[in-house]
């Protein structure tokens, strides 16, 4: 079966273009990408929170999957990254860009949990993960990506990876599937 995606958002070749000139290589593949807009497509009216917003490929997907009253928040340390972004996808009401440090924003947030959580940077992730998981509502998916090793990975990150698995599965308080697909995928669903 192929699984490339037969549609794809009509912001991603100017996003993947902006991409490609400004040296980032760190966007979501396709097969993520589709799978982030069916998790959106699947909570009508969700709350979508991203955590790495890079230059918005992720955020396009997300955008592409929701309904007209879903809302995302994307947080992105890099602010010239987040920029392209900001530009090309920052009309879409649906959407708030935030600039700043992932973590710093998980510790300060006081609103409501989120019904999708995609954590795709550090924070959320190899950092302040209890407090994204604290963020995701009763019923809500947690979404992690790049657990496949990655050419760019420094000797030590697949330490960190084989941590973060066995924590996250140790858990109770979430039902976890590990997908070898894409660039190496864990779900989350939050049981209680």
């Known amino acids: 079966m192929d699984d490339t995606p037969s549609t794809r958002p009509a912001s991603l070749p100017a996003l993947r273009s902006r991409a ?6 760190m966007s979501s593949d396709d097969r993520t990408g589709s799978l982030l807009a069916a998790l ?7 709350r979508i929170l991203e955590l790495g917003t890079g230059v918005g490929e992720g955020s396009a997907w997300l955008l592409d999957g929701m309904d007209a009253s879903a809302r995302l928040t994307s947080v992105e340390l890099d602010t010239a990254v987040q920029e392209v972004a900001r ?5 879409d009401p649906r959407a708030t860009f935030v600039s700043g440090d992932g973590g710093d924003w998980l510790e ?3 609103g409501a949990p989120f019904d999708l959580v995609f954590a795709d940077t550090w924070p959320g992730k190899f950092t ?15 979404l992690i990506d790049d657990l496949d090793p990655q050419p760019n990975w420094p000797d030590s990150h697949q330490k960190s990876v084989d941590a973060l698995l066995v924590e996250l599965e140790a858990r109770d308080d979430f039902r976890c599937v590990r997908l070898a697909w894409s660039t190496g995928l864990l779900m989350a669903v939050r049981t209680g």
Do not use: N
């Open 87 to 91: 530009q090309e996808l920052g009309a």
């Open 20 to 25: 490609r000139d400004a040296g980032f290589t």
């Open 128 to 142: 302040h993960l209890d407090r994204a998981l604290g963020l995701v509502a009763v019923g809500g998916t947690y």
């Open 108 to 110: 300060e947030y006081d």
């Open 40 to 46: 959106a497509a699947a909570r009508p009216g969700g």
